[in-house]
């Protein structure tokens, strides 16, 4: 069965510097990845996806994620951080037919001055 | 505007009575789902339904059911509520036509008591 784990909890970064938050799938298969952001009392909302072709996709506000099958990874990044970054952000992964979507626990990114 | 809608925001409720959350959405997608978010646990899915009337179980589908009449309305239902179901439910749609992307509603805050 398909499932996610994102290994941190919580990530703390100060205003400007670079970001990396983790994502680990399993899935036997060709998964299909999201990551979404819930910002405080909303609901999540997508920041970008991959499918099978490019590894590295672009998302909304600077972040970007870079799939690799030999690590079974799908890890978030942005260059610099900004404090409106402050939200929660999940990892997802479903199957080609996307009926089925499951989702990580979710990494909680503070940031600092 | 694609937009989910979720009915009520809070609620509180005494164990053993009856919950009706509802969820609608104004974009005509296909399959919706209920997930419940609970800290360090992320999002778990209960149910899933791909049409009117056509629902399927989630992980943990104990303790609820669904109701799906009109493919812009999904309701959530917990006959006799528990305190163990205090949580954060969300209501999601997919959209197959921008790859499978889920939009959510803004979460129902339950608190069984």
């Known amino acids: 069965a398909q499932s996610v784990t994102q290994p941190d909890a919580r990530v703390t970064v100060s205003e400007g510097a670079s970001l990396q938050l983790r994502c680990k799938y399993s899935y036997f298969g060709t998964p299909y990845l999201f990551w979404y952001v819930q910002y405080p009392r909303q609901g999540l909302q997508l920041l970008l996806k991959?499918?099978?072709?490019?590894?590295v996709v672009q998302g909304v506000n600077g972040f970007e994620a870079e799939f690799s099958k030999s690590n079974s990874s799908f890890h978030l990044r942005k260059a610099s951080v900004h404090w409106s970054d402050w939200a929660v952000y999940f990892c997802?992964?479903?199957?080609?037919?996307?009926?089925?979507?499951?989702f990580g626990t979710g990494t909680k990114l503070q940031v600092v001055p | 505007d694609m937009k989910v809608t979720q009915m009520p925001r809070y609620l509180i409720k005494r164990m053993g009575e009856n919950v009706l959350l509802e969820c609608g959405q104004d974009m005509s997608h296909e399959t919706m789902y209920w997930y419940r978010q609970d800290p360090g646990l992320g999002l778990q899915l209960i149910y899933i339904s791909y049409d009117v009337d056509s629902n399927s179980e989630g992980d943990i589908p104990k303790g609820y059911r669904v109701s799906r009449k009109k493919r812009e309305h999904f309701s959530l239902i917990l006959d006799s509520a528990k305190t163990n179901q205090t949580s954060v439910y969300f209501c999601a749609s997919r959209n197959r036509e921008t790859g499978n992307t889920l939009y959510f509603g803004e979460g129902s805050r339950l608190i069984v008591v």
């Open positions: 991959y499918y099978p072709g490019d590894p």
């Open positions: 997802a992964v479903t199957s080609n037919s996307g009926t089925y979507q499951r």
